[in-house]
């Protein structure tokens, strides 16, 4: 092998980690919900004790009386809802993705009319987590192909923090 020849292969290799490295934050890497500072949840959809877990909190809440505590219970909610998605996105589980972005934009209206019927302090105390949660999602939708089944189950959920946003305001 010429010098030439070696000097042009080391060329060729640096430009490709080079390139590798531009372009690496393009791709979307799957994010867990600890890098969102949500808490991680034990029980995924899937798992055998998630139904239970789910009746668990439908009891809980409907022995909720308190309007005011209603709402704070649904925010609670609310952000199990979007790390189960989270965790889901993380694992590459697409199993019961779908599902589970139903279930948050689900959960997002419940809050919405909880707050709603409980006044100007619960709407102002709401409308911060949907739009905090909206950048979130984003992130989260960006792990699929834009128009795929996945990306556009967690693109609704976007639309469906703004149109209750827009109703909180």
Known sequence: MKPRDSHKSKILVILFFVLTILFTPFMAAAKGPESFNLTPQKTLPGSTFYPL?????????????????????????????????????DRKDATYLESSAQRFAAQAGVLANYASGSGKEMKELTLPYFEGYKPILEQLRDNYPANHAYWLSIQQDIDSLDILSDQLK
């Open 53 to 89: 877990k789910r009746v668990k909190e439908k009891i809980k809440m409907a022995i909720t009386f308190s309007s005011k505590e209603r709402v704070r219970y649904g925010i609670i909610l609310l952000e199990k809802r979007l790390s189960e998605l989270a965790s889901l996105v």
